[in-house]
Structure formats: C-alpha cells, structure tokens
C-alpha cells in the first residue's frame, strides 16, 4: 500500500536553510508527480510546488520562486524539498503528497504525515 | 493565479443534517476542482475529484458538483466522524491553490 513518510520536526534560525524529505513506497516511485502543500498554524492550505521523480522538472508557486528547490532520488524513492533564507512566517507543517492523477484530473491521493518547521531565533 | 472562495467559513450542523458548502474560483476552471477533508494535526484527506467524482473508500454521503465558477460539496446525513475543515483546491493550473477552508462543527 501506498506511504510517504516525511523527515521529522526541524527548528531553524531566520535565515537559515532547511531541507526536508518525503520517502515514497508502495508504488511505482517515477509514475507519479509529489507536490508540497504547507500550513502555517491555525491557516489553511498553502500549495509551495511540484516535481515529476521521473525527469525531475519541477514548477514552483512565484511566491517561492527563488527560495524554494525540490529534488529527487529516484535510487530510493525519495523527494526533497529545500527552502532558503527562511523568515517566521515559514513556520508552518509542511507535506507532500502524490499526485494521482486520474484521466488528467490532478488531484492529491496520498499525503505525508506532516513536517513542522519552526522558524525562531 | 486562480483565487478560490468558499462559503461559509464556519458552519455549524447537528448529526443527521444535510450541508452545504460553496466554493467559486476567480476564473473558469470547468470541472477541475477537488475536495479534501482534514481533521486536527492529520493531513488532508481526498474526497471528490474532477467536481463529483468520489474517491474509492468515501462514503457515499459525499457528493460533489459544479462546473466553471461555482462548485459545492454536499454531506448527506451527517456522521459524528465528518465534523473537520474542509477545502477546495482548483486543479486547472499551475499554483494548484485551495479555498480557505469551512470548519464544520457540531451543534
């Protein structure tokens, strides 16, 4: 069945950088994009970006242009997500999900469990 | 970017009631929106894609519908496990952004 199991809680200074994983099983790692969604505490759902494991493209919301990297191991089904030059307001949970897409309906089928980050100096 | 809004923000309902919540995007987005469910420190859960169409393991009181602008989730017979937030997410394009959420809680 399928998981993705993301890395656990992280606590960052302002201006730092953090780097958190998504390891996927249960199915064909390169068959399906990963996006990542985040939530700050108490808000709604904020999408970050996207990347296909198979050729490794990626598309970014403009808000993350510049700051935000996604990269994959396709050698043990993993998803990277690396932000930079971190700020409070990037405090907040941040998951990735598989994109299954059915019919070219996007939609996200299955999520991580969550990864909080911490931004306090 | 598509901006999505939904009505109400909160919503407050007995077991066995019948609701509805409204979701409309800025532009036309035809049928590509999606429903989840989230519940308190869980991650979201998929219940409709493609505006009506259910997700497998959904119970049926879930339905969807909508197309373009304007879309709605309806809860038939309302169960003590679906009291939770609720978002929209458009699918159409790139930022795939979502509603701001409809908490529903228990009369």
């Known amino acids: 069945q399928v998981h993705l199991v993301q890395s656990g809680a992280e606590v960052k200074k302002p201006g730092a950088s953090m780097k958190v994983y998504c390891k996927a099983s249960?199915?064909?790692?390169?068959?399906?994009?990963i996006h990542w969604v985040r939530q700050a505490p108490g808000q709604g759902l904020e999408w970050v970006g996207i990347i296909n494991p198979s050729g490794g493209s990626t598309t970014y919301a403009q808000k993350f242009q510049g700051r935000v990297t996604m990269t994959r191991d396709t050698s043990t089904s993993t998803v990277y997500m690396e932000l930079s030059t971190l700020r409070s307001e990037d405090t907040a949970v941040y998951y990735c999900?598989?994109?299954?897409?059915?019919?070219?309906?996007?939609?996200?089928?299955?999520w991580g469990q969550g990864t909080l980050v911490t931004v306090s100096s | 970017d598509i901006q999505m809004t939904q009505s109400p923000s909160s919503l407050s309902a007995s077991v066995g009631d019948r609701v509805t919540i409204t979701c409309r995007a800025s532009q036309s987005i035809n049928i590509y929106l999606n429903w989840y469910q989230q519940k308190p420190g869980k991650a979201p859960n998929l219940l409709i894609y493609a505006a009506s169409s259910l997700q497998s393991g959904v119970p049926s009181r879930f339905s969807g519908s909508g197309s373009g602008t304007d879309f709605t989730l309806t809860i038939n017979s309302l169960q003590p496990e679906d009291f939770a937030t609720y978002y929209c997410q458009q699918s159409s394009s790139a930022p795939y952004t979502f509603g701001q959420g409809t908490k529903l809680e228990i009369k």
């Open positions: 999900a598989r994109d299954g897409s059915i019919n070219y309906y996007l939609s996200l089928d299955y």
């Open positions: 249960g199915y064909t790692f390169t068959s399906y994009y």
